[in-house]
């Protein structure tokens, strides 16, 4: 623990989200005269900034890095820290297991807390504040659960929970008065309206959806992308180009050899584009339409059908023949005209 002078305020770092939760955790600390600093956890797996910046029909949401917009908003540095090495480990062995879909959020919590507690013991910071509130997720704020987080990151009574610290034991900041703990909060269940009525008082009328998660982890459809991934490679494994390119595109399986990944309009087949030297590609000549690429080992026959199926997927699905250029990850390319499949031959069991 950092040891300041009696006249130094405390030092805080407070995990941000960019949801409306840290803000305001971070805030009513911040009142209390600390000094607050932020620290957001890169995984990869962040719901934010891509697909919204990429798809066309996204063009009107707001692309911004709502991490970095709340630090803006209060006024305090940001630290970013890349994890997704580190990650895979809390994905892909959770010791609490997942919720309903491949979110870990249990084992996910406590290693963004046991990060942060190796950040403040490196740096000189005296505690850790998170805007979590008991009883707002089923699986990592429950009453039961809470307490886990605190002891298996290590950060033990370190950990500050501003927004719902009336339901919980004192912690360290508490019991040393580095803040008033009358003047912290009582809020607990999935209704937002309290924090939306704080946030209101504050003057914060522009933030991110306070109901809405920011990992693609509690996605059903990605999280079965994920799990269509690893079945497929034999290996639970996976880099941060494949966690990019499971939130891109219409994902079909026509056998077990071979995934398409088929662009939905031009902003995904321009940035698909860019993934051309790793895969082989397949793009409409005659007609419009968007570009594929082939994830696996597709045999010349599967060359065929994708091809098929990515003139179905074209302007040309109902003409006699569509010329599709196919290109290997060594820019050598041919052309193959075929008949677009029809639609009742597109399987339901395809779509992944």
Known sequence: MHETMSNEPRKAIALISGGLDSMLAARLVMDQGVHVEGINFFTGFCVEGHTHAIRKKDRKKQKRNNALWVAEQLGIKLHIVDVIEEYK????????????????????KGFMVRKAYEWIQANGFDFIITGEVMGQRPMSQRRDTMPVVARES????????????????????????WVQREKLLDFHGRSRK????LAKQYGFSDYAQPAGGCCFLTDANYSAKLVDLWKARGERDYTFDDIILLKIGRHLRPSPGF???????????????????RYTSLDPQSHAGPLVLLDGNPA??????????????????????????????????????VSPIPASEVLPEWHV
């Open 300 to 337: 010349a026959d599967d060359l065929q059908l994708a091809a098929r199926i990515t003139a179905r997927y074209s302007q040309g699905r109902d003409a006699e023949t569509v010329d599709i250029q196919v290109t290997d990850p060594q820019g050598t390319s041919r052309t193959l005209t």
């Open 154 to 177: 290590g950060a033990g009574d370190l950990l500050l929970r501003p927004l719902c610290a009336q339901h919980l034991p004192a912690t360290l900041p508490e019991r040393e008065g």
């Open 259 to 277: 995934k398409m990944i088929i662009a939905r309009e031009e902003g995904e087949s321009r940035f698909l584009a860019g993934y051309r030297y």
């Open 89 to 108: 480990q809390v994905l892909l062995n959770p010791v609490h297991g997942y919720g309903q879909h491949m979110n870990p959020c249990l084992d996910c």
């Open 194 to 197: 309290p924090q939306m009525a």
